[in-house]
């Protein structure tokens, strides 16, 4: 019997937190590395369309976005569900759209201006019309080199 | 004096948290924006516009997108599956057929001269036309030429396209320049 009382009498082992800084500073290297941040907060949904003979971007700095896509729901009492033009963070329209190429080409540096890609992040339901309007927007302010944003999907042969 | 339970050795939980933070950098892979790739045609200038419609018909792939996403290429109904070896076989022309480009000797570095077809992919679409399905169809254009691409860079240099070395790359884009012109925007068949 007394045998058993001493077993169970032992307190609890204190647990060793020698490690948790290092389970700490892992947590933080992950989430410092893997999380891009979002420049722009979205005032429209897009939903990019899908493709699979898609390229990468490379050099984020010489890349421009224009968002086209249905208002969000908190702005569709305003601007109604019709596919829109967000630049940077604000709804435009299609006149603004050559003062933003302008900007965007002041803020690079002489010689990557020739390199300015504007990348057209559309939602796929918009229909042709406003698209067409952007890129003949962006023929005039000479933006000619674009990227249709879009999903990479596999190839399903 | 009671016997207590010994203490779990941490030494190596820092071993194993490294472990991880290694798993997690490489496999994590940061969003890379990805999109197709175009170049818009600069805008015409007013005397300019005469000379452009000079291209021969037989040159032209004509693909229109109707505002009810239906296609129509060279003429005929189509659905999107089949436009990929309809593009091909009008990229390459390999039997040299006289309702398809007519094609002008070049000399191109690795390949001695070649006679590449002078073809224009011409990209029509109405403004109804959905964003989704004008995306599908240029990315059945673009996957046209890939596959080209692929197919002669595995003959000549036995690795695909993408692995090639700058200048091979720049010696296939001679054999098969991607001509896909998106016309200018033509009010055809009523607004939305």
Known sequence: MAIFK???GGSTPQLNTASLPDIVFMLLFFFMVSTTMRETDMKVTVKLPEATEVVKLDKKSLVSYIYIGSPARQYQAIFGTDSRIQLNDNFRTLVDIRDFITSERDALSEFDRAMLTVSIKGDENTRMGIITDVKQELRKASALKISYASRRVEKDN | MARSTPEINGGSLADIAFLLLIFFLV????????????ML???PEENQKKAEQDVKQRNIFTVLI???DRLLVEGMPMEV???????KEFIVNPNDRADLPEKKATEIEYFGTVKVAQGVISLQNDRGTSYRMYMLVQNELVAAYNELRDELAKNKFGKLYNNLPENEQKAIQ?????????A???????KK
Request: charged residues 30%.
């Open chain 1, 6 to 8: 001493k077993k169970g």
């Open chain 2, 66 to 68: 109707n505002k009810s």
């Open chain 2, 27 to 38: 496999t994590t892979t940061m969003n890379v924006d990805t999109g197709l790739a175009r």
């Open chain 2, 184 to 190: 200018e925007p033509k009010t055809v068949g009523g």
């Open chain 2, 81 to 87: 599956n089949m436009l990929k070896e309809k593009a």
């Open chain 2, 41 to 43: 045609p600069p805008m």
């Open chain 2, 174 to 182: 001679k054999v098969y320049p991607q001509r896909i012109s998106e």
